[in-house]
């Protein structure tokens, strides 16, 4: 068995993560999801209301995927820690661990990343605006792992979560996951007095 892993601080879930989801769901047999907390930014939201997030962000992907499933407890700050969980649980799979192409030079520096890429294939998805340092890949097949990158034509949309986190812009996530932030008043730009 063949499965994708999708971590993510979702901070919120973007319709960026939704279309990555949705791709990896016609090239995975299972796409286990999961959010946490990145040791290397500050999470304006808390982490149980980004999973809350993500569980409508999955529930809305059309047509409904079975394969994709969320895995709170897969969370862990450090992705070798949930790499352990996953392959105490699915014992037989064969992992592929889904990053974006901005962290494929912030990679070299996670923790126990040795083990990390002894364990796991990698798939790194383009983001616009991001180039793919082909140094950078030769890296990381050096410590052991294979590399592959997704085509551009998985066709995600250029959104970023900080683009609603810093400016409000709803366009870049669904109705659900907007109401869901407008209920829990959850990002500072919602929340700051009128002028």
Do not use: C
């Not at 299972?30 to 980004?50: E, G, I, M, T, Y």
């Not at 990381?140 to 990158?149: C, K, N, Q, S």
């Not at 109401?179 to 008043?185: D, F, G, H, P, T």
């Amino acid at each position: 068995m063949n499965i994708a892993l999708f971590g993510t601080s979702a901070d919120p879930p973007s319709i960026g993560h939704q279309q990555i989801l949705l791709w990896l769901s016609k090239h995975y047999d299972r796409v286990l999801v999961w959010v946490s907390d990145n040791p290397f930014k500050n999470h304006q939201a808390p982490l149980n209301d980004r999973i809350n997030m993500m569980e409508l962000t999955i529930a809305a992907i059309k047509p409904h995927a079975r394969t994709i499933t969320l895995h709170p407890e897969l969370s862990d700050p450090r992705t070798i820690n949930t790499v352990t969980k996953a392959k105490q649980i699915w014992q037989e799979a064969s992992f592929t661990l889904v990053i974006g192409s901005d962290l494929v030079p912030q990679l070299p520096t996670w923790y126990r990343v040795q083990d990390l890429l002894s364990q796991v294939k990698l798939l790194v998805v383009p983001r616009q605006g991001v180039t793919i340092a082909e140094a950078d890949i030769d890296s990381l097949v050096r410590m052991g792992t294979e590399v592959a990158i997704a085509p551009d034509s998985t066709s995600i949309p250029n959104v970023s979560s900080s683009d609603y986190r810093n400016n409000g812009n709803s366009s870049v996530i669904i109705p659900t996951v907007a109401a869901y932030i407008q209920r829990e008043s959850l990002y500072a730009w919602q929340t700051s007095p009128a002028p």
